[in-house]
């Protein structure tokens, strides 16, 4: 197993600590989390569509289909915390609905996403972090206006300090509980070297292609 899932793991702790041991059902609790994630994405694709106006019927189709298409449902067989499948649909829905009408319920939103996500395997940190600062970034350039004098482009300090403080709710705060977390409760032994970091690499190919797949 890759990934410890510290939202379940330490979540049973937790339970066990105020009376109620749930620790004889922690497999089945990791399985069923597994297999909700599959309703949870979907849910959050068919929300997506509905939100580009397509049809309810078509709607619903292609957020099964892209469900069962995604590439971490190969995760089911040993990297459990990437098995959870929700982490981009939600980011992108809560994202969709940011850029309409920016507001604090989407930010609350993609707080809670990129935080509950990150406590299942710390790669959705990374990956919903880059994607909500790409968002902000390609919007701000959106708002740039040439000036009326010398023809440089004006960037609106006003949408600057709104964007800074979505983002330091939406990301910096996440990584600053997880961070206020691991300190408390990360293990004594932990090596300072990670073995394997510049031993097992990944080709480009492997990003376009299933290894497992005959047209590779």
Known sequence: IA??????SNGLKFLKSVGLD???????????SML???LVCAIFLYLICSRLALPPWYSM????????????????FGHYGLAHLYAIPATIYFLMRFDERPNWWSSIGLFLTVLLTSLLQFYFFAITAFMIGFFYFFSFLKKAKPGENNGQWVFPKSDFFQYALHFS??????????LIWFAQYDVPNRP???????LFVSHWEGLF???RMPYY
């Open 3 to 8: 990934s410890a899932i510290p939202l379940v």
């Open 22 to 32: 749930l620790t004889d059902y922690s497999i089945p609790i990791l399985h069923y």
């Open 36 to 38: 909700l994630s599959y």
């Open 61 to 76: 189709i292609i957020a099964i289909a892209l469900t069962f298409m995604s590439p971490q449902t190969m995760r089911l």
């Open 169 to 178: 709710f939406q990301v910096l705060l996440p990584y600053a509980l997880f």
């Open 192 to 198: 300072d070297k990670p073995y394997g970091f510049l």
């Open 209 to 211: 292609l299933s290894l």
